[in-house]
């Protein structure tokens, strides 16, 4: 059985060290925050190339701790995505602002930066004829201040951060990057993370960079912002803890993350070049089996985090055949993302209407992705592109 994840080759590969640390944050009794978290906190901003890095509970968090900190709120519009992980747009309604999709190009997965013209000049007008708006009243649609763009990294692909900051910047938008999934990710040399003014990720298990348990992160290199997300991670706090300046969260990541997260960077570049080598061995075996599907392409001078191996089916009958068939072989599959946002019930209060984004809508029916991570062996590859073989 090819697990899809494989979090216990990596395990047994540093388990003496990750117990070592784990038992040395328990000795210790720090336990929130202290100085594993700012180790951590020094070796991620550097890692990524900003000057401060924010250690959070989770990239849902860091996420609200962003807009909380670009004071979003209810009457404020932020655009993002349809095809991605729920959290991307319910940290905007978690601060009460009002989510305004945006569709994905279905060659990156990743924001459409023409449809994103089209959606901040509708509304502005109020036309949802220039692009689809949320249904809402129109008083209340007229009164939405748009505040800024929240563009997603999709599978570990970083979005088109040159058009999109270039955009946002024209229209007084703020940028935040979604790089949950693309921590370890590149574009023209620059790491996921700092290709926009907020960059948020998470360190869920099964994300490129995972702990062992909830965590997050957040990197800026204005010294303000970092101050207030530091605020707003602990309650608002000022000068010291009994002192509440603004509203925040408990928003903190734990020591015993920080303790695992180190070890697991001790080896995270060599990850991110076995996931190139297990993409690379997928195209190739894809291509040369002339496997009926998409697969991804990545940019030149980008370089992929690889969180997922999404390929594009013909249609819905030909994934499910293929779905069928790796299953049949011991293959496990997953569909990234089976329903977009806007037709989430969650969402229902948008009034948005299936047609409304037909690229996102249009992958939710064809997209599947293939195991992915870095001890995939290159037998296993071949094995597993000859299973979707008819
Ligand atoms: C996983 C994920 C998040 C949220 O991260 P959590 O740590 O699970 O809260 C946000 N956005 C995207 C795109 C994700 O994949």
């Not at 013209?117 to 201040?145: G, M, N, T, V, Y």
């Not at 303000?224 to 997300?229: A, C, G, Q």
């Not at 029916?365 to 195991?371: E, N, W």
């Amino acid at each position: 059985m090819i697990p899809f994840i494989d979090l216990q080759s990596q395990f047994a590969r540093i388990q003496p060290e990750v117990e070592a640390a784990m038992l040395a944050v328990v000795r210790s009794g720090q336990f929130i925050l202290g100085p594993e978290v700012a180790k951590l906190e020094e070796r991620l901003a550097d890692y990524v190339g900003v000057k401060h890095c924010i250690s959070c509970a989770s990239g849902t968090d860091a996420l609200v701790m962003a807009l909380m900190a670009k004071g979003v709120g209810p009457g404020d519009a932020v655009f993002t995505v349809p095809f991605t992980f729920m959290a991307s747009a319910e940290a905007i309604a978690t601060v009460g602002a009002t989510p305004v999709f945006v569709d994905v190009e279905a060659g990156s997965f990743n924001m459409d930066v023409a449809a994103l013209e089209r959606a901040i000049e509708a509304l502005a007008k109020a036309d949802a004829s220039i692009h689809p708006l949320p249904r809402l009243p129109e008083a209340e649609l007229k009164a939405l201040k748009p505040k800024g763009v929240i563009a997603v990294d999709l599978f570990g692909l970083t979005a088109d951060y040159a058009a999109i900051n270039t955009i946002a910047a024209a229209n007084g938008l703020f940028v935040i990057e979604d790089a949950a999934q693309s921590f370890g990710a590149s574009a023209n040399n620059a790491r996921a993370g700092s290709l926009a003014e907020i960059g948020c990720t998470s360190f869920f298990p099964a994300k490129p960079l995972g702990c062992y348990g909830d965590g997050g992160a957040i990197f800026v290199n204005d010294s303000e912002l970092d101050t207030i997300l530091r605020s707003i991670r602990v309650h608002g706090q000022g000068e010291d803890k009994y002192e509440n300046v603004r509203m925040g969260i408990t928003g903190r990541l734990d020591a015993v993350q920080a303790a695992v997260l180190q070890k697991k960077l001790d080896i995270f570049d060599d990850e991110m070049d076995n996931r190139q080598r297990v993409a690379a061995g997928y195209a190739a075996a894809l291509a040369s089996e002339g496997i009926d599907v998409v697969a991804p392409a990545i940019p030149a001078h980008h370089i992929s985090a690889w969180a997922q191996y999404t390929v594009t089916a013909r249609d819905a009958v030909a994934r499910t055949e293929f779905q069928q068939r790796l299953n049949a072989a011991g293959i496990p599959t997953m569909i990234y993302y089976p329903k977009a946002l806007h037709q989430q019930k969650a969402f229902a209060n948008l009034g948005y209407q299936t047609g409304d984004f037909a690229v996102s809508e249009d992958l939710t029916s064809r997209v599947f992705s293939l195991p992915m991570h870095p001890y995939l062996a290159d037998e296993q590859i071949v094995e597993i592109v000859a299973a979707m073989k008819a």
